[in-house]
């Protein structure tokens, strides 16, 4: 059953409006009639199995069959903030972080980027990320699509995030301290973060900001792993002692 995403504004007395590229989608893509079924989710976590109702040129209208609390969506949160790649792999990252569980993805500039976007070509790629992340929430069955947010600098990105936030800095030079170790220690609640590095890791002065702001560094293990799969890694090794993957799927 095809699924699409909706804001809470599109739902009214059991009617939902599909408005934008969404409504070329079901009528000219899927072909859609009168009386199909459709699944759509907002961002507050609810799924509602609908009929199709009416197709105009502008919107669709979806009568609510019923409501549920998705069972998608972990109950915690994971900000990733990643150190901005060469090339296309950041889109990458966005697909499959969208796939795993992420909630927020902040693309974060430091000492050792190699990429630098103007404003006109930032604006562009946040909302082909925004697309992606749309796509690969709809292909893995989201209750709702992770926010992707403008370039930021690592300093600003980790001071937005939310009070007593659980953050956690893989890093190579750590030799000490595992991430096994300090998973162990927390409880499945409230906001996490990620903080990844770019190609070519953190300079030193940025692993003492981030443990200013309250990170714990840590090690994934005995091998260098490559920026567009220590997020990945990150964020599994999260969910799954979290409680989150690993279980059968519900529904």
Known sequence: MA???VEPSQVNNGII???GTDVHHISKVLRLKEGDLVEAADSTGNVYRTELQSVHVNSVELKILSTILSPSEPEVEVYL????PKGEKIDFIIQKCTE?????IIPITTERSII???PEKG???LKRWQRIATEAAKQSGRGSVPEVYP???MGQALAMLPPDTVIIMPWEGE???SIKEVLTTLKPEGTFALVIGPEGGFAREEVALAQKAGAQVVSLGPRILRTETAGMVALALVLYELGDLGGCQIG
């Open 100 to 104: 795993i569980g992420v909630k927020k």
């Open 123 to 125: 604006e562009k790629r």
């Open 81 to 84: 903030l990643q150190g901005l």
């Open 151 to 153: 370039v930021t600098e």
């Open 175 to 177: 030799q000490v301290v």
């Open 17 to 19: 409006t599909i408005l």
């Open 3 to 5: 699924r699409f995403f």
């Open 116 to 118: 630098k976007l103007t």
